[in-house]
């Protein structure tokens, strides 16, 4: 295949066209971005968010195309798009041109006695050279062009290498950046299909950002291995949502149905687990459905759709056969659960499911589709055991009026972002970092920390003192109990390091040879 042909998944009209990056083409790309990366790199930090702060205005000026082209492409309601990326992207790039370059300022280390004898050490974070980024076609403008921007902002040259599900946004963000003036080669866009993700992970890059799905993600590190590259790996999640007894039953609800059916249950943070305590239980599925019924269904295009149709048939498939699945098992589907034939898209309405449990593929593994699975929990450490008993943690949330409560079950469960009356919206908030653990990666993306990911920590230590280190040759058994001394007194206060210190400079001025 030479090109890739993106579609709408609303109508199956065709979008456009892109070409395939060949790998011969990727390396020669790769070999451009080597070339481009020591002149931004040189670029002071302030010098370089001033491209970032272009890119942000090109985003705001052109906000009403992109988000309309992001639903043309995914499928998600235009609000979505602007609310869920449009909007979080420009956020992020104010974030990162305000906050930036004390980020990426150096710190001075305490080193306690040997700062008293002139030394002095310092923590500089620096470019990692050229980083890739395979991204999903879930949020293809956020995700995308988030990345992208915190990697550059760090020094870096970038090859971002979107999902040909989506095919058509890659060029969008490739827009921005040119029209932000950031140099040829410093971030280059890499249309194409799987192979295309190979060769860059093939690539020997300097580290690859990797969001999408653990199958591949496999594939990604098989390939990393290699040589080997560092990586970042953000991998999807099957999160949980955990209503107490006294949780605000209306707003609780409606966060459920949000959370499971929001881009049409296609988010990495999606409640897909949603446990609820015995004694609310039939009341809270009761309304869920009633809620999930009213969701206006259909072209994303239309401004009141709530929920668009899913982005690619084989995703509409994989729900489809965990559903079937389900059903055959025993589950009681509540409403929806089946294709909607009277639409051309790829369309599956809002599903609420009971009767299900850990031993359902639509409970144990990633769904990303329109499906809210509802199990109850009798007591709060059940609630905790059953967040955790599932081999991904990347967003979790615990609904109750008791905040200390609340808090008490989050510290207990396992995901990168536990929320209390929130759920799967912080990857919208540039100053949090986003990751997960377990199968769901590791490392982080957003905030500080996802800035960091894309620097390389550099120690710097330098003496000033022109005579002989004191442990260096002319051992003896006074110099043998002067460290004894030093290390007896290191673990107490300024004044005991101090005179510890102290005692091994007088040694070395008395000499020892």
């Given amino acids: ?16 066209r892109a070409p395939v990056t060949s790998s011969s083409k990727v390396k020669e790309l790769v070999a451009a971005a080597r070339a481009a990366q020591p002149s931004w790199a040189r670029l002071t930090p302030h010098e370089r968010i001033q491209y970032i702060a272009r890119a942000r205005e090109h985003v705001v000026e052109n906000a009403d195309h992109i988000a309309k082209s992001i639903t043309r492409d995914n499928g998600k309601p235009l609000v979505e798009s602007m609310s869920q990326e449009v909007y979080p992207v420009a956020q992020q790039l104010a974030y990162l041109a305000r906050n930036a370059p004390r980020m990426l300022r150096g710190a001075r280390l305490k080193l306690g006695a040997a700062g008293l004898m002139g030394r002095s050490s310092r923590l500089e974070r620096r470019p990692l050279g050229v980083v890739g980024i395979i991204t999903p076609w879930n949020y293809p403008f956020a995700i995308a062009m988030g990345q992208a921007a915190q990697a550059l902002a760090a020094g870096n040259a970038v090859l971002l290498k979107p999902s040909s599900a989506t095919a058509t946004i890659g060029a969008l963000i490739e827009e921005a950046f040119r029209a932000a003036g950031v140099p040829q080669g410093v971030f280059t866009h890499l249309p194409g299909d799987a192979e295309t993700g190979r060769a860059l992970a093939h690539a020997k890059v300097d580290k690859i950002a990797f969001t999408g799905s653990v199958g591949t993600g496999k594939d990604v590190m098989h390939a990393a291995a290699a040589h080997p590259t560092p990586l970042l790996m953000e991998l999807g999640g099957v999160d949980p949502m955990i209503a107490r007894a006294d949780c605000n039953m209306e707003r609780t609800t409606s966060a459920a149905v949000w959370g ?5 249950g296609q ?3 999606s409640v897909e687990r949603c446990y609820v305590h015995e004694s609310i239980f039939d009341e809270f599925v009761e309304i869920c459905v009633r809620k999930a019924l009213a969701l206006k269904v259909g072209n994303g295009l239309d401004p009141d759709v709530e929920v668009g149709p899913m982005t690619t048939l084989a995703q509409l498939e994989h729900v489809e056969a965990q559903i079937i699945d389900a059903r055959a098992r025993g589950a009681t589907v509540h409403c929806g659960g089946e294709r909607d034939a009277s639409r051309v898209g790829f369309f599956l309405p809002p599903t609420v499911i009971t009767g299900v449990d850990h031993s359902f593929p639509i409970v144990r593994d990633e769904t ?5 699975p509802i199990m109850p929990f009798h007591d709060d450490m059940q609630a905790v055991r059953l967040a955790n008993d599932i081999a991904f943690g990347l967003t979790a949330s615990v609904w109750s009026k008791d905040q200390g409560a609340a808090r008490s079950m989050a510290r207990e469960i396992s995901a990168g972002t536990v929320m209390i009356n929130e759920c799967v919206y912080t990857h919208a908030l540039p100053g949090t970092p986003w990751g997960g653990v377990k199968r769901s990666g590791f490392g982080r993306t957003h905030g500080m920390l996802g800035l960091w990911e894309f620097t390389q920590p550099t120690h710097h230590h330098a003496c000033r003192d022109p005579r002989e280190d004191v442990w260096w040759f002319g051992y003896d058994l006074g110099l043998y109990e002067s460290f004894a001394e030093l290390m007896r007194r290191s673990a107490g206060g300024l004044l005991d390091v101090v005179r510890g210190g102290l005692g091994l400079m007088k040694l070395r001025r008395r000499g020892r040879r």
């Fill in 260 to 264: 499971a059916f929001t881009n049409c």
């Fill in 368 to 372: 990303s589709g329109p499906v809210l």
């Fill in 267 to 269: 988010a990495c943070a």
């Fill in 1 to 16: 295949m030479n090109e890739i042909i993106s579609i709408n998944p609303a109508t199956l009209e065709p979008l456009g």
